[in-house]
């Protein structure tokens, strides 16, 4: 309760405060104030701080009281009351009592600055709020409540300290509240709730009291502050009154002191006025005399002075017949001036003259205009407004103006010469008549590596100390003299100690009395020449990158080291080397680190191969070497060295890379007869090593398959059979399982080739995939496929749902979904009847158009299937991931069904998580009964196969389907006709 009473008072004393005119706080809370502002601030902390120490001051007395009284009701309730009580609470007072005195010294010896903190008033507040509750706990909890003698004698005295103490307090109004409340309002709720005849008399009497003491108070408090602010006001109005005394005596001794100084500047200014007098007359004269003088120069010169009045546009200018051919000395700007300007200069001399009028920067303009004989003038303007009215608008505008054509055309002439001389790749050198040179351009410091300041006053032999260099400059002197003109070469040294050849041009300038005023130099480097022909016909026939020879350099040398290998009856070797997998270096690392490999390829090559008649790069990853009368044996041995030093490994920054080739061998003149047949037979034996696996050679023989030539004519076969509609659609039955019925089929292209009869799709797909062929096939196999769909649905009513097979390259297209969706459009099929089949490389990609096209084709209704499941990179992700219907079964896990139990676990795995997915599953290669048994045990969905039926032809298909629907009472006969 004492606690509430403290905050109680706290919120009456803040209360109180809102409601008077309370002084603003301190001045440093304030941001920025006037004068006026700034002495009521100081007023407020003045008054604030008179508070403080009233209080302070006042503190003493009262807590002597407080003392005073707590001995004396001690004496008088310590027989009655609790004796350890009463003497733990006396202890109490004392030592509250003796820090408040402590509290109440530190303040007096504080600075001003420091009494205004908060702690002081925290403290002050603190110790009353203490003190009253001291008081107040003596009615609780020390004066026995049954005994009216020591009760009436204990009131009486804490009643009276407590009104003391209070009324001392009033003048602050939060002081007497922290005091009053926890002394007065604990006791008086006390006496009030208990149960006594007297004890509710004695609380009515307090709360009586009190009220009036609160009355008294704030009357008190209300005197006290008005008094408080009056005291404060005096003094500041005292205060600013000696300030103003003190302004006004400043004020005088600083007025005195500017009438003296102005008395003297008078007599000064009295003193000046007739040396001025004389000095005005002094310089009117010159002025006059001046002006005459440039009136007389400007008549003498071709300046033309103009006076433009912009108010009337009227132009006054002189020497207009000199300068524009015209007789008049004035006309008008806008009719007479402006349209002689130049078109292609107006604007440049329009802004220059607005800048002029806007912003006073300087107006000095040079442009053309047109004479009057019709010819075109380059004149240099310079002027100013010399008159402008109140708005800063030009009135009025004076300058001059001259005509400088010529001296733009010398200026033109002097810029193209300056130019050529610095712009051309020779050297160019200016001597005087004693052979010093007086300028250089910048190519003859670039081919000499001596700066102009080096060589500039010095003499032109001064670098030569080569003496037939010297003895060929006095050769060149005499023919000089004589024919003014000398060009030849001449031995040069640069300044590194180079020395170099120089063809040199030198021309004699004479003046008009024939006197040698100037010799100019003309000079061209021929090594940088001789250097860059060198280097041409080196990158001719060398490749850049590995620094061997060529193609061209090749073909060359081989052409003529057979000439020469049949007139002497000698043989040739040709040792074609292909590195093996390059493709996939050059993808996986990059072209730097491909190149990087190719260069250490071509140094152990360049190292072994040493006396090797040539050792050339053909391509990117392709080298041949020739090498003179070489055995069988040998060969086969250094074929062998050439695969064993290119498989050491090769380390390409923090990778280390084994590399294979294949090395494909022809000779000449055993099966070649001429360099084109060794080069194409070295070739062929090559492409064979490659096929073979790589890493190994072989000899060239008539008896090895032409495989790459009848691979590039099955390609042209393949172009020609798409236009050609060669192209076939078998389908294979697929039958469901628990219906024993065909419902779908998986469509499989054929290719009836004119000479080779049926081919299969292993055949000819990886060509079409290498070749890109695979996206026309692929679309033709799919619009025919859902044509053949249609037609059954819509003819016969047979639903039957077709599988195609799709490329990676096809999904790969961004637009390929929108291809099917038009497919579907245009052939009628229902989205549901086509079913695509993927591989699991396809879904292995992490291509967004890869990505995309799936979620298409699912929100088309699209069925899709993954073929060939279990044989590549198997993963739950993608199953996860992707939108797919079917899994189907490899045929290399259903053949060996009765003799692998490995195989028959990875079946039964496979259709069990299919179906916890809610995945359909099909079994390829289904050629037994007893496969089919058990994948009809295992719930298997659909089997294809041999067994089921093989791949026919749309017309034998079609009357499949219409014998199952014929059938479709009896069914067991589907199995045993398709069987």
Not at 209 to 220: D, G, N, R, S
Not at 372 to 393: C, I, L, P, T, Y
Not at 579 to 607: C, M, P, W, Y
Request: net charge neutral; aromatic share 6%.
């Amino acid at each position: 309760m004492g606690y509430a009473g403290v905050w109680f008072a706290k919120w009456i004393a803040v209360t109180w405060k809102r409601h008077d005119s309370r002084p603003d706080p301190a001045p440093w809370m304030r941001p920025s104030m006037t004068g006026s502002e700034k002495d009521l601030s100081t007023a407020a902390v003045r008054q604030q701080l008179r508070q403080l120490d009233l209080l302070f001051e006042c503190a003493r007395l009262p807590q002597w009281l407080v003392m005073l009284a707590a001995c004396a009701v001690s004496l008088l309730i310590w027989q009655d009351g609790s004796q350890p009580l009463v003497l733990g609470w006396l202890m109490v007072i004392c030592m509250l009592t003796l820090l408040r005195i402590r509290v109440a010294r530190c303040y007096r010896h504080s600075s001003p600055e420091q009494r205004l903190r908060p702690r002081w008033s925290a403290l002050f507040y603190l110790g009353n709020a203490f003190s009253g509750l001291a008081m107040g706990l003596v009615h609780i909890l020390l004066v026995p409540v049954d005994t009216f003698a020591v009760q009436s004698a204990a009131y009486a005295v804490t009643t009276g300290v407590i009104l003391c103490v209070s009324i001392i307090y009033a003048h602050r109004f939060s002081a007497f509240f922290s005091f009053a409340l926890p002394s007065w309002l604990p006791p008086t709720l006390f006496l009030l709730l208990q149960d006594d005849p007297t004890s509710p008399y004695w609380g009515l009497m307090g709360t009586t009291l009190f009220c009036c003491m609160l009355l008294a108070a704030a009357f008190i408090n209300r005197s006290a502050r008005r008094s408080l602010q009056s005291d404060i006001h005096n003094e500041a109005l005292l205060h600013r009154l000696n300030e103003a005394h003190q302004q006004a005596e400043a004020l005088n001794i600083q007025l005195t002191g500017e009438i003296q100084h102005r008395r003297q500047a008078e007599q000064q200014l009295r003193n000046s006025h007739d040396a001025l007098e004389h000095r005005v007359a002094q310089r009117t004269t010159e002025l006059q005399q001046t002006q005459a003088r440039l009136s007389m120069a400007l008549e003498a010169s071709a300046l033309g002075l103009w006076d433009w009045d912009l108010r009337t546009d009227e132009v006054h200018h002189s020497h207009l017949q000199e300068i524009f051919g015209l007789p008049d000395t004035r006309l008008t700007m806008q009719g007479g001036l402006k349209p002689r300007v130049h078109p292609e200069d107006v604007e440049r001399v329009r802004a220059a003259l607005i800048a002029h009028f806007k912003h006073a920067t300087p107006y000095c303009v040079e442009y053309r205009v047109k004479h009057q004989a019709g010819h075109w003038v380059w004149v240099e303007d310079n002027g100013r407004a010399v008159e402008r009215d109140s708005a800063r608008r030009a009135l009025r505008m004076i300058g001059t103006r001259r005509d400088i054509t010529s001296r733009r055309q010398h200026h033109e002439q002097e810029r193209l010469a300056a130019t050529v001389f610095e712009a051309t790749s020779d050297g160019i050198f200016v001597l005087d008549p004693q052979r010093r040179i007086l300028a250089v351009n910048q190519a003859f410091s670039v081919i000499t590596g001596y700066a102009a300041n080096d060589v500039v006053g010095k003499a032109l032999t001064s670098a030569s100390t080569n003496p037939d260099t010297l003895a060929t400059y006095a050769r060149m002197r005499t023919t000089l003299l004589s024919h003014d003109r000398w060009e030849g070469e001449v031995q040069e040294q640069r300044r590194s100690g180079e020395r170099y050849l120089q063809w040199l041009q030198l021309t004699v300038v004479r003046n008009g009395a024939g006197d040698i005023t100037h010799y100019v130099g003309f000079f061209a480097d021929r090594t940088i020449n001789r250097q860059t022909e060198e280097q041409l016909r080196y990158l001719a026939n060398h490749d850049s990158l590995t620094q061997l020879a060529n193609r061209g350099l090749f073909t060359r040398t081989l052409a003529e080291a057979t000439g020469q290998a049949r007139a002497h009856g000698t043989g040739l070797a040709l040792l074609h080397i292909d590195l093996d997998r390059f493709k996939n270096i050059n993808e996986t690392l990059g072209h730097a680190q491909a190149d990087a490999l190719l260069r250490q390829v071509a140094d152990r090559l360049s190292a072994t191969l040493s006396d090797a008649l040539i050792l050339a790069r053909l391509s990117a990853d392709e080298f041949v070497v020739v090498q003179q009368d070489m055995p069988g044996s040998a060969l086969e041995q250094l074929a062998s060295r050439l695969l064993q030093i290119l498989g050491e490994p090769i380390r390409l920054g923090d990778n280390d890379l084994i590399i294979s080739a294949s090395i494909g061998i022809s000779l000449f003149p055993g099966e070649a007869r001429n360099s084109l047949q060794l080069i194409n037979q070295a070739n062929q034996a090559m492409q064979h090593a490659k096929h073979l696996g790589g890493n190994g050679f072989q000899f060239y023989s008539a008896q090895l398959p032409t495989r790459s030539t009848d691979r590039l004519h099955l390609e042209n076969d393949l172009r020609k059979a798409l236009t050609d509609d060669q192209l076939q659609v078998h389908y294979q039955p697929k039958l469901h399982l628990a219906s024993n019925s065909i419902n779908s089929a998986e469509a499989l292209v054929r290719w009836q080739h004119p000479t080779r009869g049926m081919l299969l799709p292993g055949e000819f797909i990886a060509i079409a995939e290498e070749t890109g062929l695979i996206l026309p096939l692929g679309e033709k196999v799919l619009r025919r496929a859902c044509i053949q769909a249609s037609q059954w649905l819509h003819t016969g009513s047979l639903a039957v749902r077709v599988a195609v097979n799709l490329s990676v390259q096809q999904l790969r297209q961004p637009h390929f979904a929108a291809l099917v969706a038009d497919i579907l459009t245009d052939t009628g099929l229902p989205s549901h009847l086509l079913e695509l089949e993927l591989t699991e490389s396809m879904l292995l990609e992490h291509s967004d158009s890869v990505a995309d096209n799936l979620a298409a084709l699912r929100q088309l209704g699209v069925e899709l299937a993954v073929d060939d499941f279990g044989t590549g990179y198997s993963s739950l992700a993608y199953l996860k991931r992707f939108p797919i219907r079917c899994l189907k079964i490899d045929r290399a896990f259903i053949c060996e069904l009765d003799e692998q139990p490995g195989d028959t676990a990875i079946v039964r795995a496979i259709i069990a998580m299919a179906h916890s997915m809610h995945m359909s599953v099909v079994a390829e290669g289904v050629e037994q009964e007893s496969q089919l048994a058990f994948l009809r045990s295992q719930g298997c969905d659909e089997v294809q196969g041999y067994l089921i039926s093989k791949p026919l032809p749309t017309d034998a298909f079609t009357r499949l389907l219409q014998q199952q629907q014929s059938q479709a009472d009896t069914p067991s006969q589907p199995s045993e006709t398709l069987s």
